[in-house]
């Protein structure tokens, strides 16, 4: 019964542990959603098998965004102003954590939607995409979990550099000549997994950036990219991770240029 | 005001030992107390008192010194020494421990009106807020007549503590608190006669009353921040639980949420921002405001542990009051919902006119209270 005199009390480490491992949770269902709906989308998986699961973990999801909330509430009104911090910051990625399932939905409507499964090169692109983006949901748990700075920071350049992927992609395909009856469902679905590794890159800077510089990442992207471009090159910062992306993703590159 | 100690950085270990010390100082600060009161003597006490023969006058006092303190468990443990020191009847104290009860609701209150620049969270935070309030004036409505005509409280506790095996030790009372404490009063009352060379009398009595009450005062203070500190992650878990309950764990949580802080208004205040924020609803909230008033009973209990049997009957008195005042109004849900629609009515009020606002607040903590006195005494 003295665990009360512990201290625990005096840093309100608890709630907040508690809060946060919750959060996690939210991360894994997130990934859950979006692999699961990613793999129906790909041709994976049969859309009417997944179906119950998706939107049973879709609700799990929104459940306990609202539950960290409330929790959210209680924490500020009991301990002092020095947890308000920390309770922004959960305030504002819960939410990131909670469209993660909503872009599981919606790739799951695409699925459904879609009058055939990807194929060719614009698949073989997605899986990658689908894996890196999976890959990243998972370590985004883990550096949130041991608060990995340096981990975060190689999330964040990682999830910049599939943003701007998906982007190139989401050009070639409206710029390009040759109408194809999957046109869109290839934009939506870049666009989807674009707007996941976002998310996903909000709350990894949640581990790096102070509470008011939340979401905005763009100074660790263009130093990152600055170590590794060559200095000569003059090109403008905001382009910068796209032509280093680019340049990893060559043949990928290459193979919608041909398009 | 700079704070001159931040309780916050105190480790766990000083925290405890600080408490057990502040408990201490304030139970020495209440045999102190009585001591003084006792030095008086009887025709200055009696005149001191006469006031409070007219129970409505008792009431606003205890209305009004509460609000002004803001802290029942001051008023209540001050009216506990005062009772134990023979000097104040208990039919004359009932009336100021009903009164603590709704002066001390008006932290609360004050509370949310730091959400007045949102009309909807405000609301929810001052119906929430005001729903104590409510219930203490309809609780003193209702059980102050009754009390009048029948003596049920006094009564009861009476034979409480006739029941409870306090003479077994040649018919006297001996509480080894009192005894723990008596010294250090002795010490504190010689420490300041001696060096100013004054006899027992109304100077050396008011002095040392003054004195008490200060400690009384700042050692409650001490406590309940240290209580808050040490309790706050125990709180913040107890009351993730009952967000969306209502009933008998609410009533049970906040009775101890409140005896461990030694303070209602902590509990109450506390709810105010979830009720604004809408988290809690105002029908689960109120249970826990109805334990935080059986909670506070624990700081005059306490007290009386160093003034024998007179104190613990005017702490049972209180803690009979908040247990007959929540039997009330908690078991019936339409009983229970006349406080709540009462107070949700109050902020409507309040929310299409702040002028409603002062109206309540200073009406009826201050200028009614005030006008009591005056007219009663």
Same mark, same amino acid.
């Given at each position: 019964?003295?665990?009360?005199?512990?201290?625990?009390?005096?840093?309100?480490?608890?709630?907040?542990?508690?809060?946060?491992?919750?959060?996690?949770?939210?991360?894994?269902?997130?990934?859950?959603?979006?692999?699961?709906?990613?793999?129906?989308?790909?041709?994976?998986?049969?859309?009417?098998?997944?179906?119950?699961?998706?939107?049973?973990?879709?609700?799990?999801?929104?459940?306990?965004?609202?539950?960290?909330?409330?929790?959210?509430?209680?924490?500020?009104?009991?301990?002092?102003?020095?947890?308000?911090?920390?309770?922004?910051?959960?305030?504002?990625?819960?939410?990131?954590?909670?469209?993660?399932?909503?872009?599981?939905?919606?790739?799951?409507?695409?699925?459904?939607?879609?009058? =055939?499964?990807?194929?060719?090169?614009?698949?073989?692109?997605?899986? =990658?995409?689908?894996?890196?983006?999976?890959?990243?949901?998972?370590?985004?748990?883990?550096?949130?979990?041991?608060?990995?700075?340096?981990?975060?920071?190689?999330?964040?350049?990682?999830?910049?550099?599939?943003?701007?992927?998906?982007?190139?992609?989401?050009?070639?395909?409206?710029?390009?000549?040759?109408?194809?009856?999957?046109?869109?469902?290839?934009?939506?679905?870049?666009?989807?997994?674009?707007?996941?590794?976002?998310?996903?890159?909000?709350?990894?800077?949640?581990?790096?950036?102070?509470?008011?510089?939340?979401?905005?990442?763009?100074?660790?992207?263009?130093?990152?990219?600055?170590?590794?471009?060559?200095?000569?090159?003059?090109?403008?910062?905001?382009?910068?991770?796209?032509?280093?992306?680019?340049?990893?993703?060559?043949?990928?590159?290459?193979?919608?240029?041909?398009? | 005001?700079?704070?001159?100690?931040?309780?916050?950085?105190?480790?766990?270990?000083?925290?405890?030992?600080?408490?057990?010390?502040?408990?201490?100082?304030?139970?020495?600060?209440?045999?102190?107390?009585?001591?003084?009161?006792?030095?008086?003597?009887?025709?200055?006490?009696?005149?001191?008192?006469?006031?409070?023969?007219?129970?409505?006058?008792?009431?606003?006092?205890?209305?009004?010194?509460?609000?002004?303190?803001?802290?029942?468990?001051?008023?209540?443990?001050?009216?506990?020494?005062?009772?134990?020191?023979?000097?104040?009847?208990?039919?004359?104290?009932?009336?100021?421990?009903?009164?603590?009860?709704?002066?001390?609701?008006?932290?609360?209150?004050?509370?949310?009106?730091?959400?007045?620049?949102?009309?909807?969270?405000?609301?929810?935070?001052?119906?929430?807020?005001?729903?104590?309030?409510?219930?203490?004036?309809?609780?003193?409505?209702?059980?102050?007549?009754?009390?009048?005509?029948?003596?049920?409280?006094?009564?009861?506790?009476?034979?409480?503590?006739?029941?409870?095996?306090?003479?077994?030790?040649?018919?006297?009372?001996?509480?080894?608190? @009192?005894?723990?404490?008596?010294?250090?009063?002795?010490?504190?009352?010689?420490?300041?006669?001696?060096?100013?060379?004054?006899?027992?009398?109304?100077?050396?009595?008011?002095?040392?009353?003054?004195?008490?009450?200060?400690?009384?005062?700042?050692?409650?203070?001490?406590?309940? @921040?240290?209580?808050?500190?040490?309790?706050?992650?125990?709180?913040?878990?107890?009351?993730?639980?009952?967000?969306?309950?209502?009933?008998?764990?609410?009533?049970?949580?906040?009775?101890?949420?409140?005896?461990?802080?030694?303070?209602?208004?902590?509990?109450?205040?506390?709810?105010?921002?979830?009720?604004?924020?809408?988290?809690?609803?105002?029908?689960?909230?109120?249970?826990?405001?109805?334990?935080?008033?059986?909670?506070?009973?624990?700081?005059?209990?306490?007290?009386?542990?160093?003034?024998?049997?007179?104190?613990?009957?005017?702490?049972?008195?209180?803690?009979?009051?908040?247990?007959?005042?929540?039997?009330?109004?908690?078991?019936?849900?339409?009983?229970?919902?006349?406080?709540?629609?009462?107070?949700? @009515?109050?902020?409507?009020?309040?929310?299409?006119?702040?002028?409603?606002?002062?109206?309540?607040?200073?009406?009826?903590?201050?200028?009614?209270?005030?006008?009591?006195?005056?007219?009663?005494?």
């Amino acid at each position: 019964m003295f665990d009360w005199f512990t201290g625990k009390g005096e840093t309100g480490g608890v709630g907040l542990e508690k809060m946060r491992t919750e959060f996690g949770q939210m991360l894994d269902a997130g990934r859950h959603a979006f692999d699961t709906a990613a793999n129906a989308f790909l041709g994976g998986t049969d859309v009417e098998v997944i179906r119950q699961d998706l939107f049973k973990t879709d609700k799990r999801i929104n459940r306990a965004e609202r539950r960290i909330r409330r929790q959210i509430v209680v924490h500020a009104s009991v301990h002092s102003a020095a947890q308000f911090p920390a309770c922004l910051v959960l305030m504002s990625i819960v939410k990131d954590a909670e469209r993660l399932g909503d872009y599981g939905k919606n790739l799951f409507d695409l699925a459904e939607l879609a009058p =055939r499964p990807p194929q060719g090169e614009h698949r073989d692109a997605l899986v =990658r995409l689908k894996d890196r983006i999976s890959d990243s949901m998972a370590a985004c748990r883990e550096a949130f979990d041991a608060n990995d700075k340096d981990a975060a920071t190689e999330l964040i350049v990682e999830a910049k550099q599939i943003e701007d992927l998906c982007d190139e992609r989401v050009r070639g395909l409206v710029r390009g000549a040759p109408p194809d009856a999957m046109a869109p469902a290839y934009v939506l679905a870049y666009r989807y997994f674009k707007r996941v590794s976002s998310h996903v890159r909000n709350v990894a800077s949640s581990v790096v950036q102070p509470l008011h510089k939340l979401d905005f990442t763009s100074k660790i992207t263009s130093e990152d990219a600055a170590r590794e471009e060559p200095p000569q090159k003059e090109t403008p910062q905001k382009e910068t991770p796209q032509k280093e992306t680019s340049q990893k993703e060559a043949g990928q590159k290459d193979a919608t240029q041909k398009e | 005001m700079p704070r001159l100690i931040d309780t916050r950085r105190i480790p766990w270990l000083a925290r405890l030992i600080l408490l057990l010390l502040m408990v201490y100082a304030f139970l020495a600060a209440i045999e102190l107390f009585k001591n003084a009161i006792g030095m008086i003597g009887q025709g200055a006490a009696d005149r001191l008192f006469s006031g409070l023969e007219n129970p409505f006058a008792g009431l606003a006092v205890g209305i009004l010194v509460t609000a002004l303190m803001q802290s029942s468990s001051v008023t209540t443990s001050m009216v506990v020494a005062l009772v134990g020191s023979g000097e104040l009847e208990l039919q004359y104290a009932v009336p100021i421990v009903m009164g603590a009860n709704i002066g001390t609701s008006i932290t609360c209150a004050l509370v949310s009106l730091g959400h007045v620049t949102r009309s909807a969270e405000f609301r929810r935070a001052f119906a929430g807020a005001t729903a104590h309030d409510v219930f203490n004036l309809l609780s003193v409505t209702l059980l102050f007549p009754l009390e009048l005509a029948t003596g049920y409280l006094r009564h009861g506790a009476q034979w409480l503590v006739r029941a409870l095996p306090l003479e077994a030790v040649g018919g006297e009372f001996h509480s080894p608190v @009192k005894t723990a404490v008596e010294w250090l009063a002795e010490l504190v009352q010689s420490c300041v006669q001696r060096p100013l060379g004054l006899g027992e009398g109304k100077l050396l009595a008011a002095l040392l009353a003054g004195m008490a009450a200060a400690i009384i005062v700042a050692a409650l203070v001490v406590i309940t @921040k240290n209580m808050r500190v040490l309790m706050a992650d125990r709180i913040e878990q107890w009351l993730n639980r009952v967000l969306s309950r209502s009933g008998l764990l609410g009533l049970a949580i906040g009775a101890v949420i409140t005896a461990a802080v030694q303070s209602s208004s902590i509990t109450t205040s506390l709810l105010v921002p979830m009720f604004g924020a809408g988290v809690l609803k105002l029908e689960a909230g109120f249970p826990i405001m109805l334990g935080a008033n059986i909670g506070t009973t624990i700081t005059a209990l306490l007290a009386s542990t160093v003034t024998g049997p007179a104190g613990l009957t005017i702490a049972l008195v209180h803690l009979l009051f908040n247990v007959s005042g929540t039997l009330v109004f908690f078991p019936f849900n339409f009983i229970r919902r006349i406080p709540i629609r009462l107070s949700e @009515k109050l902020a409507d009020l309040a929310l299409r006119n702040w002028i409603w606002i002062v109206v309540y607040l200073v009406g009826v903590f201050i200028l009614v209270p005030l006008a009591g006195i005056l007219i009663w005494r």
